[in-house]
């Protein structure tokens, strides 16, 4: 690899940031004389931050101008959350490597206020700052006395509305507060039984263009298996049950056995913006075959009813022309 040189292409955003420095870093130790350059810019989702995301598009909000650089080769690779990133790419582009997975868990970030309160014991009315409609509708299932309001902004900015007293408390990814050193701010961690999270969550993709070879030998070098299989397991219940990132679809993926070495188990969920309605089941299969697990689970749900809420949440946010 002497002598060659690597293009990324980020969000300009300080997660997008740190997270793509790790990439650039991680990399340049793997490959001695690669020359890295970082292209930051800013995405529709980042300049559009007085508008709920489910109102302005759900596909590729924070992605596009990061593809667009690939495809007009301006950059090589693009660093993205993977949660952000469609499961539909566009033609010529692929998903080429998948990093291993921080704690996918949301967690919980309280107002000093309610330092002694968790999620099940904030009082009737508490503001919960959140723009995710998967957690809106999971926490509206279970805690119905809670008051939801939208937050954007980045991690910082929406940390400072909390501490303002905007809200009672936020529901962020525990994942992100810790790549910013901000793991402190965590006060709960929201278990799996309340909380599903977003296919994707934890996992950093690196994309880059099909037939690009040497390119990819670089990056995969990045890849970790286990959060591979499990993250293409989520992303292929997500892509067949037609959801974009903004919709209540969540999901939690483990591995069976003491060491990991047995079936991949795939948990997933579909629920109504009200919450009212929340269809839970879980699929397992060979780990080595992980999109036909997350394939038949997206069958399980619509057999019991899970296409229906989502033609209906739809119909209900579809971005105003």
Known sequence: MAGSTLR???????????????????????????????????TQGDKILDVALAKIGDKGLFTKELEAQMLVDQADIAVHSLKDLPTNLPEGLMLGCITEREDPADALVVHETHRDKTLATL????????????????????????VFKDVRGNVITRLEKLDSGEFDCLILAAAGLGRLGL??????????????????????????????????????????TPTARRCLAERAFLRELEGGCQVPIGVNTRFEGPDG???????????????????????????????????ALAHTLKQQGAGEILQEIFASVRPEA
């Open 261 to 295: 070495s047995g079936d991949l188990v795939l948990t997933g969920m579909v629920a109504s913006l009200d919450g009212l309605r929340l269809i839970r089941d879980e699929a397992h299969g060979p780990q080595e075959d992980p999109e036909a697990i997350g394939i």
């Open 8 to 42: 990324i292409a980020s969000r300009r955003s300080q997660l997008a940031m740190v997270q793509t420095h790790w990439v650039r870093d991680e990399l340049a130790k793997a490959h001695d004389g690669l020359e890295i350059s970082i292209e930051a810019m800013a």
């Open 123 to 146: 009082p009737q009315g508490a503001v919960v700052g959140t723009s995710s409609l998967r957690r809106l509708a999971q926490l509206r299932h279970h805690y119905p006395h809670l």
């Open 183 to 224: 793991g402190d701010r965590i006060h709960e961690l929201i278990d799996p039984s309340i909380s599903l999270h977003a296919v994707g969550q934890g996992a950093l993709g690196i994309e880059c263009r099909e037939g690009d070879e040497a390119v990819l030998q670089q990056i995969k070098v990045l890849e970790h």
